[in-house]
C-alpha cells in the first residue's frame, strides 16, 4: 500500500516535470495553444508502472541482504551463475566454443560485421589493460585514452616519416605506453582518490591538447592519413582481407591479454596490487614497496593501451586528436566498473555490451545514449561489483594436510 | 626471565612524536630483548598505538632514535624509514583496528606476508617458469602451515571478510608471522575476544615466542592476559613512560595503581 501510493507520488510528479513538454504545444503558425491531454495519462501509467518495479526491486535486494546477514555464513551467498562460473571443466568448454566462433567469424559474417567486431576487440583489450591499473591496483585512471593516443601517433608518425612497418611499431608502441605510465606514475604516487583521479584526468587532456596545437610534431587536428595497414609477408590485400588480418590479429592480442593478465592476477605481483587497493597502510606494514608496486600497475596497465593503440592507427588509416577524447576514457573506466572490477570475463563482456549494442541500436541512436545512462544507474544500484564479481582462486591442499598430520 | 644477558633487539632511545601541538608520545626509551615477551599497558589515548605507528615506520617520529639490532647483522636506525623496509628487515606488527585485505582469501591475506621473502618479478610472473611455479608452491605452504598454527586451516580459501572476529585478530598475527619477523608487535591482539579464545591467543603467542624464536612487543588491555604472559611490562601515561617492570612490579608500583588500575577500579 505504501508502496502503491508512493508509485503514484512519483509519477505525479513526473506529470509536472513533463507537463510543459509533453502538454502543451504552442502552434507558431497558428497562434493557438494545443492542449495534449492524452499525454499526461500515458506519462502518468508509464512512471507509475516504471517506479513500482523499481520499489519492488529494491526491496527484494534489502531483503537478501538482511537474510546474507542473518544467516552468517552465508554472507555473499554465490549466485547460479557465479557457481557455473567456477565449474572448470564448463568454462573450458565454454571458451573453446567461444574462441571456435571467434575464428569462423570473418567468415561467416560480411566485413562490417568484422570491422565492428575489432573495434570491440579493441575496447576489450583496452578494458583488460585499464583492469590491471583500476579494477586491480585500485588506482583510478581517468586519462587511460592517453595512453592509446601514445600507442596510435607512435605508429602513425614512425611509419609516416621512416616507414617503420606495423610489427616494428606493435612492441614499439606497447614500450612507449608503459614508458608514458612511468611518467605518469612519478607525481601521482603519493595521491589517492579523488586527487587522483583529477591529476590522470589533467593528463588525459593535456596530451590532446598537445597533439592538437603542436603541428609541427603531430599535424595538429587534421591529423595522420594514409597510414598503412600491416603487411603479411609484403602481399596485397584489399580491405576486406586486411580487415580479416586485423581481425586475427586482434584475436590473437585478445588471448595474449587474456593470459598474461589471468596469470598475473594470481600471481606475487598481482597479490601485491589487490593487497594496494584494499589497504595501503597494511600493505606497506606487510612489506610491499607502494611504489614500486603502484609504478608497475600503471606502467602495466599503459603498455597494452600503447599497444592497441598502434591497431587503431593501422586499422583505421587515419588518426586525429578528436579519436582521444575525455569520453574514451570515460568509455573504458565504464566497461570495467560495468562488466566488474579484476574479473577478466566480466570486462570482456563489458566491452561487447558496451561497444556492440550502440552498434546494434542504430535504430534506436536517439534514444542511445539514454538507454545507456539508465542501464548504468540501474547497475550501479543493483549489482555494484559489475556483471560478474572477481572471484579469487581457491588453493589445494591435499599433500600439505597429511603431510603435517603426519609431522 | 633467564639470568643470561639476552641480545637487545629493538632499542629506542627518546621517541618523541607530536601532531600540531599535542605531543603524544613523550621520549620513550624502551627495549626488547630476545626471547621476551614484553608488554605496553596504558590508558585510552595514552599513546601506544602511537608509539608502534614510529617504530614501524608508518609515522615519522619527531624526535628520538630507533634502532633495531638484528641477529647477526648491523645495527640499523630505522625512523623515517619506509614501513616495507622495516618490516622486511624483521619487524612485523598488527593492527588494533584489523586491516586485513578483506576481498582475498585468508591464505592470500598470509601469502601477501611472504613478498618480502619472495622475489618473482613481472616477468617471472607472466613466464610462470620453473622458478615462478616453485616459489608460488613453496608461498601457499608456507601460509598454509602458519594458517594451521594459528587454527585457521579451515578457511584458508574463504574471503577474509567472512571469519569471525577472534578469527581475524588471528590471521592478523599469521599474516604478520608470513614475513619471518624476529620481532612482533601486536596491537591488542584480545580486543573482542571472549575469555575462551583469549586463553588460546595467550597459548599461541607463548608458542610464537618458544617454537618460533620470535621476540614480542603487545598493547592490551586485559590485564589477565599480560600479566599472565609478560616478562617486562612498560606503562605509558599521557605520553610519557611512568613504570617499567615485572609483572609483579607493575602491581605493586603506585604510581600505575594511581594512573591506570586505580582508574580502572572506579569504573
Ligand atoms: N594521526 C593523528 N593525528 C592527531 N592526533 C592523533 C593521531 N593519532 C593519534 N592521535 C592522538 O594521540 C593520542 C594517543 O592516541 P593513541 O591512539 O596512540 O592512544 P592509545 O594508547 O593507542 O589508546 P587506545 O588504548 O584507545 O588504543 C590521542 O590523544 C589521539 O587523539
Ligand atoms: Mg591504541
Redesign the pocket.
Known sequence: MKNLKQSLAVALWFIFLTFPLMVVKVNTSDQVVQWRWMNILWVGVTFFVLSFIWRYALVRKEARQMAALSGQDEHEKPTKFQELLEDQSLRYRLMLGLLAFALVFPWVFDTYQSTIMVSALIYVVLGLGLNITVGLAGLLDLGYVAFFAVGAYAYALLNHHFGLGFWTCLPLGAALGGIFGVILGFPILRLRGDYLAIVTLGFGMIVKVVLENWSEFSFGPSGIANIDRPSLFGLDMDIAASTTYIYYIMIALVILTIIVTGRLKNSRIGRAWIALREDEIACVAMGIDMAKTKMSAYALGACWAGMVGVVFAAKTTFINPASFTFMESAIILSIVVLGGMGSILGVILGAMILILMPEYLRAFSEYRMIIFGAAMVVMMIFRPQGIISNIRQKYEFKGLKEKSENV | MSDTQKQVLLEVKGLTMD?GG?R?VDSIDLTVSAGEIAALI?P????????FNCVTGIYTPTGGDVLLHPQGKPTRRVNGKKPNVITTLGMARTF?NIRLFSDMTVLENVMIGRHCRTNTGLVGAILRGAAARREEQETVEFGYHLLEQVGLAEFANEYSKNLPYGAMRRLEIARAMATEPFLLLLD?PAAGMNPQETDELDALICRIRDEGKIAILL?E?DMKLVMNISDNIHVMEYGKKIATGTPQEIKDNPKVIEAYLGEEADA
Open positions: 601532531f599535542l603524544a596504558g585510552n589515548g595514552a599513546g601506544k598505538t602511537t608509539f588494533q591488542e598493547i588491555h
